[in-house]
């Protein structure tokens, strides 16, 4: 699906046409990623009732460029974007980057959300300076660092095969070779964007508390990237807060805990859209 605005952004709807009538889940991929990422948990609520806008966030794989360069301005085109939907009833779910889009969306958007996801998040979202530099000058050894750092350590990285607990499919091969058709598609100064735009961002517990919604923190124990303590901020500023700590799994949860991000979601999807109608 197109979403008619400028730049034209893409959207997967699950596999389901899109009906704005439907109370609609809209997912926010992180850096360097697109709406591929979630595509086990935006199947799954497309067929379960809901409305499903997985976006490629401006520049990013079939989203027109360039990638934005603050949280700020992304939240600008998005909200721009999903008010044309036609969409009402909204949850946010954000993923690394992704999570603060959601957090200043909610309060862009705030007659329409009904509830915020924020997954593997951080306030604030510091990028250390070796790999913000290795972004913009050594994008592929910045692209091995971030993948090794993504996973949980008993998925052992890019050290044995398939690094994952599924015959034949690899976590991390599968994330490094996303990143790299981002970089050949979209441009090798994506990578830098979304990591400056994030350590950049500063706007994250005033976004917070300013949410008129519940928010569902799904965060993992093995996450090096974003550890859980780094939600902490986020999670006191909020008025209305429900934390999900999964085990087993690295920042690169959708795929590491399929299942569980997908039972915390439909969990609080339901719980979030019957207090909005009740």
């Not at 598609?185 to 990591?195: K, M, P």
Request: hydrophobic residues 45%; negative net charge; proline residues 6%.
């Amino acid at each position: 699906m197109d979403l008619v605005d400028t730049p034209r952004l893409y959207a997967y709807t699950g596999g389901k046409p899109f009906d704005a009538s439907l109370p609609a889940i809209v997912f926010l991929h992180g850096g360097e990623h697109d709406h591929s990422v979630w595509i086990l948990q935006s199947r799954y609520m497309a067929h379960h009732g809901y409305g499903v806008l997985a976006l490629d966030l401006p520049g990013h794989m079939r989203s027109a460029g360039p990638a934005l360069t603050s949280i700020e301005a992304i939240a600008d085109c998005l909200g721009d974007a999903l008010d044309k939907t036609g969409a009402q009833n909204l949850i946010l779910v954000g993923h690394s980057m992704g999570s603060l889009i959601a957090l200043e969306l909610g309060t862009r958007l705030r007659e329409k959300v009904r509830g915020v996801v924020l997954i593997a998040t951080a306030s604030p979202m510091r990028v250390s300076d070796a790999l913000l530099e290795a972004t913009r000058s050594s994008p592929p050894a910045a692209m091995d660092m971030i993948n090794v750092w993504s996973h949980s350590a008993s998925i052992a990285a890019f050290d044995r095969k398939p690094s994952n607990p599924g015959p034949g499919f690899s976590n991390v091969w599968g994330n490094l070779r996303l990143m790299q058709r981002i970089a050949q598609r979209n441009g090798a100064d994506v990578l830098h964007a979304d990591f400056a735009a994030c350590n950049a961002y500063q706007r994250g517990t005033q976004a917070a508390a300013a949410l008129k919604c519940p928010a569902l923190f799904i965060l993992a124990v093995s996450d090096s990237m974003t550890p859980a303590r780094a939600a902490q901020p986020l999670i006191d500023a909020c008025s209305d807060a429900t934390v999900v700590t999964l085990p087993g799994a690295g920042h690169s949860l959708m795929a590491e805990s399929p299942d569980g991000v997908r039972d915390a979601l439909l969990h609080f999807a339901a719980r979030a859209f019957e207090r909005a109608t009740g």
